[in-house]
């Protein structure tokens, strides 16, 4: 029987390949860190929220800025080359992004957000691009690193030349836009604080990867970080100089460096806990997300954190 020619083949059982799962800085670290609830149900399981409020708002204001620096740049039209885009530049450039999103399923949740929304760009455009615009090097400038078990992965919004001085690689400045106000750390209310000064922790954490990040591409550290802070533009009448919170600088330190790399990591290991086990538990209650995440939660109802806080109804 031909059968019997394979009476000494040894099949050994097929090995599964390990994983490396890519980590993002915002969607996974600090979403996790946030509230791994949350993360589970909407980053993991793949549930869609009802109100994307928080990615439209970032969203549209990162892709609108970036289309007015192409506009500076003259990529799209060699004619508008080192000019700033007007307000109707601006809200055409706007409607287009907004276009899109809905396409998507992500929208403001009320024309006031859309309407600020835009108003802030404009405000920004006029405000700061005359000085920021002509030292922008790269938009959107991708950067990863692999970290042996995983790849860790973020996007600078803008990678600017100094001001003064030789546009070197230990030269240049990461800008990331934030669409909030700077968080309040002297807030009456204590525990309002305490979250204003962890959500302020979470942005420099990010910005330490990504100089991080930026060395493992350039070899060598960025000059800095600026956080700017789109919301606190929001003022009657329009700014005609920058607003004192608007810009936040972050220094690098090379310690300070390697404990948000081992904060990331450390974050890594407790998502792939979570995801071996399933198990997605609500933050605890020194560290609940606040207000501004729980509100438009569609889990909300049911987490031990806020489901007595919250009457029901549909999302």
């Known amino acids: 029987m031909p059968w ?3 009476q000494s083949v040894e099949v050994r059982p097929s090995q599964e390949a390990p994983i490396r799962r890519r980590y993002s800085v915002t969607a996974d670290i600090l979403s996790y860190q946030r509230c791994s609830r949350q993360y589970g149900y909407f980053s993991v399981h793949g549930y869609e929220p009802a109100h994307a409020v928080q990615v439209y708002f970032g969203t549209i204001i990162h892709q609108v800025l970036d289309r007015a620096h192409a506009y500076f740049q003259g990529l799209h039209d060699p004619a508008t080359t080192g000019q700033i885009p007007t307000d109707e530049d ?9 276009s899109a999103l809905r396409s998507r399923g992500i929208r403001a949740i009320n024309p006031d957000l859309r309407n ?12 700061e691009g ?3 615009y002509p030292r922008v090097r790269e938009t959107e400038h991708p950067i990863q690193a692999d970290q042996g078990a995983y790849i860790l992965h973020g996007t600078v919004d803008v990678l600017a030349d100094p001001e003064i001085g030789e546009p070197t690689y230990d030269q240049m400045e990461i800008w990331d836009y934030k669409g909030t106000r700077f968080p309040n750390l002297d807030a009456p209310n204590p525990r309002q604080a305490e979250l204003n000064r962890r959500r302020l922790r979470m942005y420099e954490f990010q ?4 100089a991080e990040l930026y060395r493992a591409r350039n070899g060598v550290y960025p000059a800095k970080a600026i956080l700017y802070f789109l919301n606190e533009l929001n003022d009657r009448p329009r700014a005609t100089t920058r607003p004192t919170n608007a810009l936040y600088e972050v220094a690098f330190d090379q310690d300070v460096i390697q404990q948000a790399l081992d904060d990331f990591e450390a974050t890594v290991n407790a998502i792939e806990q979570s995801r071996a086990l399933d198990r997605w538990s609500a933050p605890p209650p020194d560290r609940d997300p606040g207000e501004e995440t729980c509100d438009i939660c569609d889990i909300r109802w049911s987490c031990p954190l806020t489901r007595d806080q919250y009457q029901m109804r549909y999302p």
């Open 4 to 6: 019997r020619n394979y």
């Open 90 to 98: 601006i809200e055409a450039y706007f409607t287009e992004v907004d």
């Open 116 to 127: 600020l929304a835009c108003e802030l760009i404009k405000r920004f455009n006029q405000l």
């Open 130 to 132: 005359p000085t920021l």
């Open 207 to 210: 910005m330490y990867v990504y």
